[in-house]
């Protein structure tokens, strides 16, 4: 396997650890949990919001658990690509304001995106 493949996979996934652990589970980034107040204030309470924040936070941990992992690969890009684009789009519609880069995070999204899909789907099987 490339070198290349293998550093931007650790990247990737020290970007899913980083937003899980610190920003959400432990929560220093709090504006994640503000986030989903605001998109589930009709539906949650500010406790059950606290909780999804952890959860999420947590399921981004497993995600890079995963991605280091290298079961499954072809997959795991694919649902990266799905879960940060449609995050991205739900909170560019729905609360840009609150967001650290404003509209720009989309553009970021789809730059990630678009890192993950070279990575897995172009470099992984490249001779470099």
Same mark, same amino acid.
């Given at each position: 396997?490339?070198?290349? *493949?293998?550093?931007?996979?650790?990247?990737? $996934? /020290?970007?899913?650890?980083?937003?899980? @652990?610190? $920003?959400?589970?432990?929560?220093?980034?709090? %504006? %994640?949990?503000?986030?989903?107040?605001?998109?589930?204030?009709?539906?949650?309470? /500010?406790?059950?919001?606290? *909780?999804?924040?952890?959860?999420?936070?947590?399921?981004?941990?497993? @995600? $890079? +658990?995963? +991605?280091?992992?290298? *079961?499954?690969?072809?997959?795991? $890009?694919? =649902?990266?690509?799905?879960?940060? =684009?449609?995050?991205?789009?739900?909170?560019?519609? =729905?609360?840009?304001? @609150? @967001? /650290?880069?404003?509209?720009?995070?989309?553009?970021?999204? =789809?730059?990630?995106?678009?890192? +993950? *899909?070279?990575?897995?789907?172009?470099?992984?099987?490249?001779?470099?």
């Amino acid at each position: 396997m490339p070198l290349l *493949y293998k550093i931007s996979t650790y990247f990737i $996934a /020290l970007v899913w650890l980083i937003n899980g @652990l610190f $920003a959400k589970v432990l929560n220093f980034v709090p %504006h %994640h949990e503000i986030i989903v107040q605001t998109i589930f204030q009709d539906f949650l309470s /500010l406790e059950t919001s606290f *909780y999804l924040t952890k959860f999420i936070g947590i399921s981004e941990i497993i @995600l $890079a +658990i995963w +991605i280091i992992s290298g *079961y499954k690969s072809r997959l795991i $890009a694919i =649902l990266q690509i799905i879960l940060v =684009l449609t995050m991205n789009i739900i909170e560019f519609v =729905l609360v840009d304001d @609150l @967001l /650290l880069f404003g509209k720009w995070n989309l553009l970021i999204a =789809l730059f990630f995106s678009f890192f +993950i *899909y070279c990575n897995e789907f172009v470099w992984k099987n490249k001779q470099m």
